[in-house]
């Protein structure tokens, strides 16, 4: 380092791939498209800026480099303004001053001193993409775009110059189409990153602060670790209906029940066993009725006897007021090894009559109408309810942390809600 000179010091600040982490480089490769998928604040904003700069900027300041015009797409204008070109991570902050292009507003055109042009366009105009073409393109959150597939596929059109026309795609991930149907695409290389990656170049007090509120909840799985939350096509519960449900705590709860779909085998493959605990707050009317789950702890690989004792377990911790657990297919075998744990826990059982999917209707009509709420932490259930369809399950494996979450709020909400709307017989 005590060999470099002073133009050499001077221009290291801009040499981002001494900077860069491993997500903010493009990989190898003849691709088409790279999205960066990140959580909140991970640098995707100043990869994609960066990525512009390397496409239009020469081994000199007037020196012509691999792209000449460049599409900037954004959610709004505003946004590619504010944020793309003049945001702190922005083009204009991360040029060195004798590359730095000059926006110019009024034809919503950045210029660089060797030529190069960057257009602005939003995608709620797809329509401004007709006519014009690139060699280049940048779009910034993708997966935000309200007309999201009309604005890509004009800008696929107009990505006809050069040898070789790309697109940086920046976005923190939604389970929105436009973005499965891109990242399903042989020509397209992702990179992710989650927000605490960029820890470095963030307020430690806003790390502590949003995943302290958002640790272990499906808005957390999106926004922070930039993961794409799936779902099943027609599936009986979606990703931002479970984002809505979300709560750090339950209030007082009428009672509490521990439900259990049991894993009667025991060998390396065989199912979990689902282990839920939910509560409901059941004063008043039923349509006044909520219901909070609480926990998951569901085992894995356990024997009879092992996940007996996490069930009893968890209904001593939570203060539950009953096990319930279907027993089609280990009947008594069920109670009795529950028993051998614990005597005296309350138990009932209950009895599949219908298909698992007829089974979890009710159950999602109470979420759609909001009556349902989730803690924290229960991820890996509310990936099988979004991969729960009324054509019947379409995840891998079995359901089992569903089907005990559909017991539990059957038994809590579901059938005391049927039995006080039937009317009763008139005693003679």
Known sequence: MNELTGATYAALPYEFSFW?????LPPPGDWRAWVILGGRGAGKTRAG??????QVEGPTALAPGRATRVALVGETYDQVRDVMIRGDSGILA?????????????????????????????????EALRGPQFDAAWADELAKWKKGEDTWDMLQFA?????????CVTTTPRNVEILRQLLQSPSTVTTRAPTSANAANLAPSFLAEVQARYGGTRLGQQELEGAVLGEAEGALWRSAQLIAAQVKQAPGLSRIVVAVDPAVSHHERSDACGILVVG?????????????????????????????????????THGADRVIAEVNQGGALVETVLRQVDALVPFKPRHARHGKSARAEPVAALYEQG???HLPGLQALEDQMCQMTPQGYQGQGSPDRLDALVWALTELMVEPAQNMARPRARSL
Do not use: I
């Open 49 to 54: 800026a960066e990525w512009v700069r390397a």
């Open 371 to 373: 009556r349902v709420r």
């Open 94 to 126: 991360c040029s060195p001053p004798d590359r730095r292009p000059v926006w110019k507003a009024s034809e919503r055109r950045l210029v660089w001193p060797n030529g190069a042009e960057a257009q602005a366009f939003s995608a709620h105009d797809p």
């Open 159 to 167: 990505l006809r110059l050069g040898s070789q026309p790309q697109v």
């Open 280 to 316: 409901a707050v059941t004063e008043g009317p039923p349509s006044d009725w909520r219901a909070f789950v609480l926990a998951d702890e569901t085992v894995c690989g356990a024997s009879p006897l092992e996940w007996a004792t996490a069930t009893v377990a968890a209904y001593h």
């Open 20 to 24: 860069a982490m491993d997500h903010q």
